[in-house]
T-cell receptor, first 115, second 109 residues
Framework: EAQVTQNPRYLITVTGKKLTVTCSQN?????MSWYRQDPGLGLRQIYY???????DKGDVPEGYKVSRKEKRNFPLILESPSPNQTSLYFC??????????????FGEGSRLTVL | TQLLEQSPQFLSIQEGENLTVYCNSS?????LQWYRQEPGEGPVLLVT?????EVKKLKRLTFQFGDARKDSSLHITAAQPGDTGLYLC?????????FGTGTSLTVIP
């Protein structure tokens, strides 16, 4: 089954304790991306990757890091989480097609609470 | 950042009513997508439109891309409780998609 898998689905942590949210896709997609979803703000892009070893900032990258060492994996790292990073996080992937019409496949989300 | 504003933000209607959701921007997009998100899940693609003025129908859902490719609408005919969810538009440019603020729809049986 084609899917994007995120872990953990739920996490409560404390300010400053480093954490990693993993994301894996089995569709051989070149493009992967992380979003955060907050009420009234829709989905805001954190980082994206066009392929292995190619990453770039989205609209809200502050406080986050990513890496793309393998095509299927795109972990999101919070080096020193703060309460304003409490949010619902989504990983997504898609094929790169031109024009830009590729369907984004989303994971089920990771709800993070930073105390 | 290329902003897309959706209206209304919240919508609660009775089963059988019609509704329209709007997605507006000052930016021109090469494509426009609509996604639906149910609680506890990620968004799922409903449709992609790429040509200004394009209209696509998906059963009771009708999607239109504005002539200038800056806006889009989603019309639902005879809404059903299964249509309940968060509807998100996303404008595509270059390699990126920019998501709208979302419309939360509740259809009451």
């Amino acid at each position: 089954e084609a899917q994007v898998t995120q872990n953990p689905r739920y996490l409560i942590t404390v300010t400053g304790k480093k954490l990693t949210v993993t994301c894996s896709q089995n569709m051989n997609h070149e493009y992967m991306s992380w979003y955060r979803q907050d009420p009234g703000l829709g989905l805001r892009q954190i980082y994206y990757s066009m392929n292995v070893e190619v990453t770039d900032k989205g609209d809200v990258p502050e406080g986050y890091k990513v890496s793309r060492k393998e095509k299927r994996n795109f972990p999101l790292i919070l080096e020193s989480p703060s309460p304003n990073q409490t949010s619902l996080y989504f990983c997504a992937s898609r094929l790169i097609v031109s024009p830009n019409t590729g369907e984004l496949f989303f994971g089920e989300g990771s709800r993070l609470t930073v105390l | 950042t290329q902003l897309l504003e959706q209206s209304p933000q919240f919508l609660s209607i009775q089963e059988g009513e019609n509704l329209t959701v709007y997605c507006n921007s000052s930016s021109v997009f090469s494509s426009l997508q609509w996604y639906r998100q149910e609680p506890g899940e990620g968004p799922v693609l409903l449709v992609t439109v790429v040509t200004g003025g394009e209209v696509k129908k998906l059963k009771r859902l009708t999607f239109q891309f504005g002539d200038a490719r800056k806006d889009s609408s989603l019309h639902i005919t005879a809404a059903q409780p299964g249509d309940t969810g968060l509807y998100l538009c996303a404008g595509g440019n270059g390699n990126q998609f920019y998501f709208g603020t979302g419309t939360s729809l509740t259809v009451i049986p």
